[in-house]
DNA sequence: GCGATGCTTCGGCTACCATCGAAGCATGAA
DNA sequence: TTCATGCTTCGATGGTAGCCGAAGCATCGC
């Protein structure tokens, strides 16, 4: 039955991964949902077999997508319903704090920083939000040209939007994507903010001191 | 998580048999599912605080609903993702094959030979269906009068449609409901072709011998 | 009051399935 | 070829959740 095997939380984290359309290996699934790749690949057979999700070899990498619009909508729905009854999953997925807090999600800043950053974006009118629709406002490129030395003209690509959301993981909110996202994140790196961790595979973001400091001027909630 | 509330298949025959809008009992809901009253208490527990389905306490009985048409149409996604893969469930409820094969619904027939009848129907152009839309042709009409002595004047009534596709439980398809499902069943009933069986809250409908051949001259689709 | 009915709670049993270690196959690189 | 990487299969383990019997409340009817 399908809703059983979304049901599982290995799963479920896999799936929300896959939801921003992209295709992920079954390793990085396996991250994503934070077990080991034996127990992920059971998962994903089964996915597959459920018809949730599309395999495509490559080389010696296996990447897996969602079938189609139909699945990823019936997935939204549920999140919906999840949403509104405030059923919102209590967080199963990998146990590393560090992960949660910041980490790289292609070539952007997620984790619960990336969440709080795109939150003080919307919130300072530096970005207007239409559900997966992000756009720079006037006042948001003087701030970036300010404070992070980034200019319009940096950030237009051919086929990839400057802003865009892509729900996070771990946090199951909106992080900022996008040539963008990814620019600020390259930015952070080159002002020795924050650096990806040395250990090879790891997503994990770790923050030098100075950087988290500089990071929360710009884009704190005072929570921390 | 709401997903996993779905896939246990108890649940989802509750939830399944709570589709067409009526609200059902608790131990109706029990019987539909195929399990103990006790079993069900507690399903019906979680699928409350998942949000999925509401009470109403009248007497001493415990009538649910689902809650809105957001579950409704989510849980119809799910059905449509599991249609399509050819994934349909296999069948897990009720052990009893009599019920499988013919029971009443509310007030009309269900099961194997409900869900026959509405097939022969439909393939004869005696009704047309659209989705859950039904309606009685002119040659429906002048069938209904001819075989079973049912006049369409016997069939209005102010709040109830005269055709209703309703979704069979143990089939997954659909059988006849509404005033004229509820007639024909009647007329069986009158014409001692069916009767409902003797054991109190049993839901079986037992056909006789001779009824059992009327009705597949009128509708049996040459399996049996 | 009494018993009957509908539903829930409790306790214990069982079965399923997610999980991981270890080993097995592929593919790609040297 | 040999080694490394990515993924899968196998086998064993453990935790979780569905399930039911028995007992406990509530409501209805007498």
């Not at 984790?111 to 300072?124: E, H, N, S, Y």
């Given at each position: ?8 939380p290995a799963?479920?984290n ?20 934070g ?54 999953r209590v967080r199963t997925g ?131």
């Amino acid at each position: 039955m399908i809703a059983s095997l979304v049901g599982d939380p290995a799963r479920a984290n896999m799936l929300t991964a896959l939801m921003n359309g992209r295709a992920l290996t079954a390793s990085e699934l396996a991250q994503e949902a934070g077990i080991t790749p034996q127990t992920a690949s059971s998962h994903l057979s089964k996915l597959e077999a459920g018809g949730l999700i599309e395999p495509e070899k490559q080389g010696r990498h296996r990447y897996y997508r969602l079938t189609d619009d139909d699945v990823a909508g019936v997935l939204e729905g549920l999140a919906g319903l999840a949403a509104r009854t405030g059923h919102m999953r209590v967080r199963t997925g990998p146990k590393d704090p560090a992960l949660r807090r910041a980490r790289i999600c292609y070539d952007h800043l997620a984790g619960d920083l990336g969440v709080q950053m795109l939150d003080t974006l919307r919130a300072q009118n530096l970005v207007r939000q239409k559900k997966q629709e992000i756009e720079l406002t006037a006042e948001g490129e003087r701030f970036l040209a300010k404070h992070l030395q980034i200019s319009p003209d940096m950030l237009t690509h051919p086929r990839r939007p400057v802003c865009k959301a892509c729900l996070d993981w771990s946090e199951r909110r909106h992080h900022l994507a996008g040539t963008l996202g990814a620019a600020m994140m390259q930015r952070f790196a080159e002002l020795k903010w924050a650096a990806r961790d040395a250990t090879p595979g790891s997503r994990v973001v770790n923050f030098t001191r100075t950087g988290e400091k500089q990071f929360a001027a710009l884009f704190g909630d005072g929570r921390d």
